[in-house]
């Protein structure tokens, strides 16, 4: 198999409300709702939320400072500081390869992992004068998901183990009173893509596992600017810039050309049971380095053709509230790569019943297609994601081109005896049993490639599975 440009699709999903909840209006009045820095389990995937009435951002008082009796709240009275803290283990019993094909995060079977410590610190959009608006979000992570999470130039590469660290968010929010009568709200800076149905914090996704879309491609991480146009009361343009996947600018770009998004979003339909969007991100991803050896590895860079070959991301996602305590979920997703002259395309549902306020049980089911094999890539060592980034060799392996099936069922269950005696926070505990299947004939699962042979074909057509993670989230 020839070597393929794996790092030009491979990016990260964004957490939740749409993929646009920094961009649309929160239930408590801010103008520009950021990202939730930690969100919490009640949060569906794509959930939007209507934009409220008083298009003016209210002052909020956040968990750090507390205005005094008798003073009126000041900006800095809204700060916010979250801790997220997840561990988890993938059993697969019948795994060869200790892997778990087709997945980041969970990767590892059978091995006890951390894999997130995640911290921010946040400022909901609020009043500064004259309509206008300003907030902001610092969110950092440390565990074994941050070696499938850097942005180039962000501290990439200053940790290489199992347990690694990346900046994941770190952005200015402004809401200008401009054009529309609910305005117009801005994102400067490093922030999760717009796209997918599963986000990166542990609790902005309903599963452990990822399904195959979220993790291989959609962005997971963009440093830019996005704007939402406010077009009606339930209606929003999305348009942005950025500098690509997971990339920066410079000696920290891919090819240093632009991308960006264009889409809509349509909230609070149907008496606020309905949301869509509509979402697409356009650009050149590959590398435009050299394409170099080593170690029997080569570098995933294209050179110079790598500055005009296309990348193309569609996602659009519907949430039906069916009542108040069953959501329904359809996600279908898809990515034409010139450069790796591929087409990879899948559709994703979900289900979320709350059967207690303390248990919620989750199903997903997706049929995914990767026309060439070169799309769902695992990466076999602990840098090997950072290097395809940055041009360097890189051990990985593939499969054929396969339609993958999978289905998962699991449960979120937040204890009351505990959470009612925790002086801080609550613990969340999600059990999962998942199924992946090719559907195909080929044989990718439970088997790994060599540098000779990358390509897995002597392995299992389905792969069974069992995960559960812990989340101490404040």
Known sequence: MAETNHASVRARSFSGLFGLCMLVFPAGGSALAQ?????????????ATEPAEDVTPAPVTGNIFHPRPGHARTYWDGLEGHVQIEAGVSGNPWTRSGRNFGQFYTDRANTVTMNQIMGSLSHAVTDVGNGYGIGFVLEAM???????????GMGSGSLTGLYQWAPTQAHLDVHLPWIYHKGIDVQIGQMYGLMGSEGTPSLARPFYTFNYASDYIVPFETVGIVATMHLTRTMDWILGVDAGNSTTFGASGNNNKPKGYFGFAWNNLMNGKLGLHAIGHFGPQGNNGRSVSGGGWTSAGMGRSANHLMQYNGDIMATYHVNDRVTLTVDGTYLHDDGLRDDA???????????RPWLTFNAR????RDNTGGV????????????????????YYAAPPTTYGALTLGVSYRPEFINRRMALGKLTIRPEIRLDKSLNGTRPFNQSGTAANPVVTNGTNNMLWFSCDAIWSF
Do not use: H
């Open 35 to 47: 990202t939730p820095d930690i969100p919490t389990e009640e949060e569906r995937p794509l959930e």
């Open 142 to 152: 440390y565990g074994s998901d941050a070696r499938f999470d850097p942005t180039i």
């Open 345 to 355: 395309y899948g559709i994703s549902s979900y289900v979320a019943w709350d059967i």
């Open 365 to 368: 089911g997706e049929i995914f």
């Open 376 to 395: 769902i890539t695992e990466y076999a060592g602990f840098t090997s994601f950072t290097k395809s980034l940055t041009n360097q060799p890189f051990p």
